[in-house]
């Protein structure tokens, strides 16, 4: 089986760790930006694209 960041990382082992990982460096990258984007709207924007 090859190896890749998905089946290896901790933080991909589910749904939710998933989902807050990117979250959170999504958030991390858009605040060195400037952006004034909140955590909220980026779950919710992640959840429109993985439903």
Do not use: D
Not at 4 to 12: E, P, S, Y
Not at 26 to 37: F, W
């Amino acid at each position: 089986m090859k190896k890749t960041i998905a089946n290896t990382n901790k933080f991909f082992s589910t749904a939710k760790k998933r989902e807050t990982m990117i979250v959170n460096s999504v958030y991390t990258s858009a605040k060195a930006e400037g952006s004034k984007t909140t955590k909220k709207e980026l779950k919710e924007h992640y959840k429109l694209i993985h439903s």
